[in-house]
């Protein structure tokens, strides 16, 4: 029984394409998450939502539009995507200070 | 604001000798304070977390962290590493927002932990 799903797991895709991840959490939480982690391992906030509202912002490019059709989903919709934008993204999903991830979705631009 | 500091990218220990990962964090409330794992193509699990209750945290795996307000400390240490020990670990400082959900987790840059046979 996955909290945190997101999908897919892998994406390989060309530049200047546009791609979706998807995520779903099933612990009825209020507020998600999508985490970029670089090359250097490094994790940074890129948007938050609690109820459907988008809280947190951070200086990410405007390719990258989160959606949330409900409060069990998150996603994450790419425009005209980079070499940069390789990566792998992370969901999460908290109700208080704890926050609960997903497997993460390994981007590779070519 | 809030930040956190892993004062050291790479650790590397033997086989059954303790272990010992450091962090500092800057904040300018009361934080919580987390210390999650990654082993290597995995997702992130959470080790343990301080809510500003008991200072002394108990994890999963053996895994202990002190919280000193006076320091601006929170590091992790287990007493006896394991060869499955081996993975990037990382310091987390939170918040909560006035929507009650964690407003945003600030990262460390993460401890890789080598663990020798």
């Known amino acids: 029984d996955t909290a945190v799903s997101q999908t897919p797991k892998y994406l390989v895709t060309q530049m200047g394409n546009d791609k979706s991840i998807k995520c779903e959490q099933n612990?009825?939480?209020?507020?998600m998450y999508w985490y970029k982690q670089d090359s250097k391992k490094f994790l940074k906030i890129m948007f938050s939502y609690n109820n459907k509202e988008l809280i947190i912002n951070e200086t990410v490019p405007n390719r990258f539009s989160p959606k949330s059709p409900d409060k069990a989903h998150l996603n994450l919709h790419i425009n005209s995507l980079e070499l940069g934008d390789s990566a792998v993204y992370f969901c999460?999903?908290?109700?208080?200070?704890?926050?609960?991830f997903g497997q993460g979705t390994r981007l590779t631009v070519v | 604001a809030q930040s956190v500091t892993q004062l050291d990218s790479h650790v590397s220990v033997s086989e059954g000798t303790p272990v010992l990962l450091r962090c500092n964090y800057s904040?300018?409330?009361?934080?919580?304070l987390f210390w999650y794992v990654q082993h290597p193509n995995k997702g992130l699990q959470l080790l343990l977390k301080y809510t500003s209750a008991a200072t002394l945290v108990k994890g999963i795996n053996g895994f202990e962290a002190e919280f000193k307000k006076s320091e601006t400390s929170f590091h992790l240490t287990k007493p006896s590493a394991h060869m499955s020990d081996a993975a990037e670990y990382f310091c987390?400082?939170?918040?909560?927002?006035?929507?009650?959900?964690?407003?945003?987790?600030?990262f460390g840059k993460g401890t890789h932990l080598i663990i020798q046979p």
């Open positions: 999460a999903s908290s109700q208080e200070f704890e926050a609960f």
């Open positions: 904040s300018s409330y009361s934080p919580s």
């Open positions: 612990l009825g939480h209020d507020t």
């Open positions: 987390v400082v939170s918040r909560l927002s006035s929507g009650g959900g964690a407003d945003g987790l600030t």
